[in-house]
C-alpha cells in the first residue's frame, strides 16, 4: 500500500453487527491503517458526511464501504445521494452486499459506485475481498483531493 502519515479514514454503513466486526476484525488482520467509521443507516451515513463537509466534527471519508439493505434508508437512496453531490461524488463507494442479484448490482453502477461485491460468508475469503479492496483503493489507485484542495 502508499505511504500514508494519517490513517485511512473509511465509512462502514453497516447495520449488522457481524458483519461489522467482521469488517473491523479483516481491517486488522490486514494491518490497514485505518480509522473505522461505523453508521447503522441511511440517515447517519449522511449526517456524518454532512459534518465531514461542513466542517463538523466528522473527516471525509477515503473510502465508504456500504451495505444495499439498511433500515429507514437504503443503500441505494444513500448512493444516490452521495454521487449527485458536487462534495462527496470522489469518494470511492464499494457496495458490500449480501446479494448477488443482478438488479442490485446493476441499480449500483448505474448510480455509479465505484465496486460492488457480495459479501462472503466465509472469514478467509471475507478478509481476502477486503484485502482486494484495500490493496486497490488505498494502495494503487489515486484518489483526488476534497472540493476544499484538501487531501481527504
Not at 21 to 45: I, K, Y
Not at 56 to 62: E, K, L, M, Q, S
Request: hydrophobic fraction near 45%.
Amino acid at each position: 500500500m502508499k505511504k500514508q502519515t494519517r490513517p485511512w479514514e473509511i465509512l462502514l454503513v453497516e447495520d449488522n453487527p457481524a458483519d461489522a466486526r467482521l469488517t473491523r476484525e479483516a481491517l486488522g488482520e490486514l494491518n490497514v491503517r485505518h480509522r473505522l467509521q461505523l453508521a447503522e443507516d441511511g440517515f447517519a451515513a449522511l449526517k456524518y458526511l454532512t459534518s465531514a463537509i461542513s466542517d463538523g466534527p466528522a473527516i471525509r471519508p477515503d473510502l465508504i464501504l456500504l451495505d444495499l439493505n439498511l433500515p429507514l434508508m437504503n443503500g441505494l437512496e444513500v448512493l444516490s445521494i452521495v454521487k449527485s453531490s458536487d462534495h462527496l461524488k470522489s469518494i470511492p463507494v464499494i457496495v458490500m452486499s449480501s446479494s448477488a442479484a443482478a438488479d442490485d448490482v446493476s441499480a449500483a453502477y448505474r448510480l455509479n459506485a465505484n465496486g460492488y461485491t457480495q459479501k462472503p460468508l466465509d472469514m478467509e475469503e471475507f478478509i481476502c475481498a477486503m484485502g482486494d479492496i484495500c490493496r486497490f483503493w488505498l494502495g494503487t489507485a489515486l484518489l483526488p483531493e476534497g472540493p476544499t484542495g484538501k487531501p481527504h
